[in-house]
């Protein structure tokens, strides 16, 4: 006698659906893999709006004045994100320092 075990011919059956539960049914498995997948990527694009975010729209503001012909605006415009950038790395980089001089201090400590 050839015993023909089948997931789909289980499932006709109380007990078959109930060891199917038991064993785990595959079906949602490949969904929360594509959810998880896609939660890494919109984090993704939060972060990167985060951190570029500011820069990007000066080069754009940049770039419509100077194709307005605004071209002392432009100027302006540029100057005023290339000080921003400069302030916004020099407060990352105190910020970085702070936290490693922290915790050098604190294992030091102890």
Do not use: P
């Not at 011919?9 to 969904?31: E, S």
């Not at 896609?38 to 570029?52: E, G, S």
């Not at 605004?70 to 970085?96: F, I, L, M, N, W």
């Not at 320092?97 to 922290?102: E, P, V």
């Amino acid at each position: 006698m050839k015993l023909n075990w089948s997931v789909a011919r289980a499932k006709k059956h109380l007990l078959g659906r109930m060891l199917c539960r038991l064993a785990g049914d595959q079906k949602g498995a490949v969904m929360m893999e594509y959810v998880i997948v896609a939660v890494l990527i919109a984090a993704a694009c939060v972060t990167a709006v985060a951190m570029f975010g500011r820069t990007i729209v000066g080069m754009f503001s940049t770039a419509a004045k100077g194709a307005t012909g605004d071209s002392a605006g432009a100027k302006t415009t540029q100057t005023a994100v290339r000080d921003d950038q400069g302030k916004d790395a020099k407060a990352a980089g105190e910020y970085h320092d702070s936290l490693h001089t922290g915790s050098a201090a604190g294992t030091a400590t102890k």
